[in-house]
């Protein structure tokens, strides 16, 4: 007896069911996998929290930087990256608090290098956003310091260039931003001079929302992760992608456009 082989009208509905369930499933299973990655990057976030509390109870401050500064092989600071020596190697202010370097590295960022460094600017919403960040801000005579690009917290990447802007930060404050403030707060605050108004340095009219003041204000923003954003050019695209971490050691997915124009006015 012959076999009977498929028709055509049969074997292509069969490619059509399979990729209608491709459609399905691919998709699916993309989000899966980024939600893994999500929870990773807050797990991550979660011990550096408990690593800056350490630190603070040792100290009585938090640290000026989060991961670390380049430096050179004798502990020197660098924008050269055939001086810099890598991320492992270099003195880490909460280094003692942690098991190892990977807690740094976000499972999205695109650089698992070591070696790599970068400049970074303050961020909009700060208020030296846009000016190359210095050991110490505001101080132009103070030389540029340089971040590792393996090191997903302390800065993030602008938008989908190579340049990258200055998370983790003391203070940011001046009277314009404790003015939005104020009006996010519905007048409930009345801050006024801030940090980075002249003189530079604390005030008793600003915002305690900042980790250089001796007791800073729960709801402050510690540090946040933007490697799950999603692009249009270099403006993120309207989504609960930013992972944020705050001093009452809440981490909580916000809104990556309010991030991206205002991130320290963020509240858990």
């Known amino acids: 007896m012959m076999r009977r082989g498929f028709t055509l009208v049969e074997l292509l509905t069969v490619i059509a069911i399979i990729a209608i369930l491709a459609a399905i499933?691919?998709?699916?299973?993309?989000?899966?996998?980024?939600?893994?990655?999500?929870?990773?990057?807050?797990?991550?976030?979660?011990?550096?929290?408990?690593?800056l509390q350490n630190y603070k109870d040792d100290f009585r401050a938090y640290p000026p930087v989060l991961g670390a500064y380049a430096v050179d092989a004798n502990g020197n600071l660098t924008c050269d990256p055939?001086?810099?020596?890598p991320f492992n190697l270099a003195p880490k202010p909460l280094g003692g608090y942690l098991k190892n370097d990977e807690i740094f590295l976000c499972p999205n960022n695109p650089i698992d290098d070591k070696r790599l460094i970068t400049p970074a600017v303050y961020p909009q919403g700060h208020a030296l956003a846009g000016q190359p960040v210095r050991l110490r801000p505001g101080d132009n005579s103070s030389p540029a310091v340089c971040f590792y690009r393996y090191d997903s917290y302390s800065t993030g990447r602008i938008g989908q260039s190579s340049n990258h802007e200055l998370h983790y930060s003391l203070f940011w404050s001046n009277q314009q931003l404790n003015a939005r403030e104020n009006q996010l707060n519905q007048g409930a605050t009345s801050y006024g001079l801030g940090y980075f108004d002249n003189p530079i340095g604390p005030k008793p009219t600003d915002n305690p929302r900042q980790l250089g003041y001796r007791n800073p204000d729960t709801t402050a923003v510690v540090t946040w992760c933007s490697y799950h954003r999603s692009y249009s050019g270099n403006v993120p695209n309207r989504a609960k992608?930013?992972?944020?971490?705050?001093?009452?050691?809440?981490?909580?997915?916000?809104?990556?456009?309010?991030?991206?124009?205002?991130?320290?006015?963020?509240r858990p």
Request: hydrophobic fraction near 45%.
């Open 25 to 51: 499933i691919f998709p699916v299973a993309g989000t899966v996998r980024e939600n893994a990655r999500k929870s990773r990057c807050s797990s991550n976030l979660s011990q550096i929290f408990v690593a």
């Open 82 to 85: 055939a001086q810099a020596v």
């Open 241 to 266: 992608s930013d992972i944020v971490l705050f001093l009452t050691g809440n981490v909580k997915v916000m809104d990556s456009v309010q991030m991206f124009q205002s991130p320290y006015t963020m």
